[in-house]
Every structure is written in C-alpha cells, then in structure tokens.
C-alpha cells in the first residue's frame, strides 16, 4: 500500500513563502512515473480541493485561485512532488494533501499551512 509522506507545512505571515514536499513511500518508479499527481488541500469546515495538478509529461494545472502563486514540480528519480507556494494569503490556511488525479491511493496525514498575521 502506497504511503505518501507530506512536510513542509508550518506558519507564516502573509506574502511569505512555503515549499510542500511529498514521497510516494512504497510505490515503485515505474508505477509513479505514469501517474499524474496532485496538491490538494483541506480547509476547516471545507471540503478538499484540488489546486495543483503535473501530468508525467510536467505539465501543469492550477486553480484559479492559487494560478500565479504556486507551482508544482515532481523529480520521478526520487518518486517525490512538489509545491512551492508563494505570496501567501490567509485563505490558503489549510492542511495540504498529494495524491494522484483522480485519487486512486489512500490519504496521507497532510501537512498544515497555516498563514496569519
């Protein structure tokens, strides 16, 4: 069973930056590769959206709200994704998420963004 391993998370103020890393633990190189992954979030009392998807060919996609400001990235050699999130704003506060699109995988634990003055 693939385990996803999320970090990076913690506190800031708004406009400051965070970088989200995430290990596909337990899945092997030629099963991660093909997948397109992705960045979700939870906010409290929201359900989980998606924000950022990369395909296996990087391309990308971003919703809107995060488009400009965050940037997904994977290195397949180390089965790990990406989320560099910048210019951060209260509404980002969250705990972010990675899994493949569309979810085929179990949740991982997340990790907690949260942005406040």
């Known amino acids: 069973q693939v385990q996803w391993v999320e970090s990076g998370g913690g506190l800031v103020q708004p406009g400051e930056s965070l970088r989200l890393s995430c290990k596909a633990s337990?899945?092997?190189?030629?099963?991660?590769?093909?997948?397109?992954m992705g960045w979700y979030r939870q906010a409290p009392g929201k359900e989980r959206e998606l924000v950022a998807r990369?395909?296996?060919?990087?391309?990308?996609d971003y919703v809107d709200s995060v488009k400009g400001r965050f940037t997904v990235s994977r290195d397949n050699s180390k089965k790990m994704v990406y989320l560099q999130l910048n210019s951060l704003k209260p509404e980002d506060t969250a705990v972010y998420y990675c899994?493949?699109?569309?979810?085929?995988?179990?949740w991982g634990q997340g990790t907690q963004v949260i942005v406040s003055s």
């Open positions: 990369i395909d296996s060919n990087h391309q990308t």
């Open positions: 899994n493949t699109v569309p979810v085929k995988k179990s």
């Open positions: 337990r899945m092997i190189t030629s099963v991660f590769n093909p997948e397109s």
